[in-house]
């Protein structure tokens, strides 16, 4: 499974995708959690797995957000993970595709795109 940024509107050559975030995804709710965040499936968007649901429980609204959103998240999780690498699995791989993900949003936030996380199986 990979966790990927979908923005709004496109940017050509940017792309951001991680194997390391869904493996720690757990840890990471338990992480975001005890730091009062927002779980990151708060941030995603689930409409390419509508036709996997039945009517009544797929996604009407893609929801997007704001850049800074998703950086102030990264940050304060970074920062958390920094100070505690048991928390996750994987700790440097998951630290390095955070610090990517973080300079995809920096380039969306500079060129007015909007973001959701997405998965794919």
């Avoid at 792309?15 to 708060?42: M, Y």
């Avoid at 630290?95 to 996380?117: I, M, Q, T």
Wanted: net charge negative; glycine share 2%; hydrophobic share 35%.
């Amino acid at each position: 499974m990979l966790y990927y940024l979908e923005l709004d509107p496109k940017i050509p050559d940017l792309d951001f995708e991680s194997s390391a975030f869904p493996n720690a995804s757990d840890h990471l709710t338990a992480i975001a959690q005890r730091l009062g965040l927002p779980s990151h499936f708060e941030r995603f968007s689930y409409a390419a797995q509508n036709d996997l649901c039945p009517p009544e429980h797929r996604e009407t609204k893609t929801p997007w957000f704001d850049p800074q959103v998703g950086i102030d998240w990264l940050n304060a999780m970074s920062n958390h993970i920094r100070s505690n690498p048991t928390s996750v699995p994987d700790t440097e791989r998951l630290l390095s595709d955070f610090a990517e993900c973080s300079a995809a949003l920096h380039r969306a936030k500079a060129e007015g795109s909007k973001w959701h996380f997405a998965m794919d199986f």
